[in-house]
């Protein structure tokens, strides 16, 4: 999988789980993909969120991760 094929990949996993965080309040924003890393931006409700370490890490990352090749992590990147 080259480096197009693996941001679309990323930014349509990101349109599945872009309801649930809506349902709730927030958003998430592909950011870029470099060196296995994804870069996102959390956006409404869940910049404040308490959750959001887990949500990150063991929802949105795990997801990717999963069906990604290359992707080891994913990152929240603030302002």
Sequence with gaps: MNLEEQIDKIQEVISRIR???NSEG???EFV???NG???VKM???CIDCMMLDDTLKGGIEAM???EVPGVIAVENVQD
Aim: glycine share 12%; hydrophobic share 50%; net charge negative.
């Design 64 to 66: 990717i991760i999963d």
């Design 26 to 28: 927030g958003d998430i």
């Design 32 to 34: 870029k993909f470099e």
């Design 37 to 39: 890393i994804v870069y």
């Design 19 to 21: 309801p649930y965080l």
């Design 43 to 45: 956006l409404g409700a």
